[in-house]
């Protein structure tokens, strides 16, 4: 079935350092994947998506390309802010399966200044 | 913007009593969710409708029910809360398709007494 795995936390890192949290799927046909981000005390909101192979999704400084070869869909920041400090949600859909969205189960970012 | 509100920010009862969460979308959206957040699970589907009166099992059902009368509005029922029901519930909303991009409420912190 559908899956998708996500690197444990805590991730603990200084202002300005590069972030990368990966993220891993396993999909029967073709899924859309997504990043959602938990601010504390806040419900989900959608950091950003690709719908289709070698698609790169951006948003607020945050990138992850859709990567068929490797299924991953690894969530990058060049330089993280004490406000990105937060939980990161790696998810996957399969419009043909007729799921829901399948998420991962959580990465906490701390940044420190 | 898409709203989804949740009837409370955090919730005391009792075990045995009976509890309603309440979820409104202002966005005309035909699919609706309820998950359940706890450390080191993730979230985990609980329930979903895709129209009106309908409504499908996801993978965590046992202990809950689920009421929609209207579009915009998705209740969850604990018919008689435990204490291992204790845990913050998320709500969300979609347009396209239960695999479409889904837009999050704040959560309710529902503590089991």
């Known amino acids: 079935g559908n899956s998708v795995t996500q690197m444990e936390g805590p991730v603990t890192l200084s202002e300005e350092a590069f972030l990368t949290i990966n993220c891993t799927y396993t999909?029967?046909?073709?899924?859309?994947l997504f990043w959602y981000v938990q601010y504390p005390g806040e419900g989900l909101q959608l950091l950003l998506k690709?719908?289709?192979?070698?698609d790169k999704g951006s948003n607020k400084g945050f990138e992850a390309t859709y990567r068929k070869e490797t299924t991953s869909f690894h969530l990058e920041k060049g330089s993280v802010q004490v406000s990105d400090s937060a939980v990161y949600f790696c998810a996957l859909s399969d419009d043909q399966a007729g799921t829901a969205l399948i998420f991962g189960k959580g990465t906490t970012l701390s940044v420190s200044s | 913007d898409v709203k989804v509100t949740q009837s409370s920010r955090y919730l005391v009862k009792r075990t045995g009593e009976k509890v309603f969460l309440e979820c409104v979308q202002d966005m005309d959206h035909e699919n609706m969710f309820w998950y359940r957040q706890d450390p080191g699970l993730g979230l985990r589907l609980i329930y979903f409708?895709?129209?009106?009166?309908?409504?499908e099992k996801g993978d965590i059902p046992e202990g809950y029910s689920v009421s929609r009368e209207k579009k915009e509005r998705f209740s969850l029922i604990l018919e008689s809360a435990s204490t291992n029901q204790t845990s913050m519930y998320l709500c969300?909303?979609?347009?396209?398709?239960?695999?479409?991009?889904?837009?999050f409420g704040p959560g309710t912190r529902l503590t089991v007494l």
């Open positions: 690709a719908t289709k192979a070698d």
């Open positions: 409708s895709y129209d009106v009166k309908m409504k």
């Open positions: 999909a029967t046909g073709y899924p859309s």
């Open positions: 969300a909303s979609s347009l396209f398709g239960v695999a479409d991009t889904q837009y």
